[in-house]
């Protein structure tokens, strides 16, 4: 953590999602995407197994290889998912969530399942939306 950082958050103590200068912020933006959830969700479902790259690249649709490489890099940066190397010729890549990873797991899930269910009722007021934009 930056210095600015720990000063924003009491020097490891909670975070202040409304300080400008706090970190949670930068944090929210990196397990906020659709890649990290995915990511996470896949890694969750094969723990505690590892899981190589090219698995992991099969298992989410619409993940190119780059961006799969800086969501992976940045989780393992904050210790959400461990990484192991094979040196091989080409070197084999795995990883696996740590303890610190799965507990986010278990608020990415109630996310992804209230997104789910009321997938429908945002639809619907999306349309609305639309229709009202359409009639000015």
Not at 90 to 117: K, M, Q
Request: glycine share 8%.
């Amino acid at each position: 953590m930056t210095t600015q950082g720990a000063r924003a958050t009491g020097r490891g103590g909670r975070g202040d999602l409304f300080d400008p200068r706090c970190p949670t912020r930068q944090l929210l933006d990196r397990i906020g995407t659709k890649w990290t959830s995915m990511a996470v969700k896949t890694l969750a479902d094969a723990a505690p197994d590892e899981v190589r790259f090219a698995e992991l690249r099969r298992r989410m649709p619409g993940v190119s290889q780059k961006m799969l490489s800086v969501t992976l890099r940045s989780l393992t940066r904050d210790g959400l998912v461990s990484r192991r190397v094979e040196p091989t010729v080409p070197p084999r890549v795995f990883y696996r969530l740590t303890a610190l990873g799965l507990s986010l797991e278990v608020a990415l899930a109630g996310l992804r399942t209230w997104a789910e269910e009321h997938m429908a009722e945002i639809d619907r007021a999306h349309e609305a939306a639309d229709q009202q934009v359409a009639e000015r």
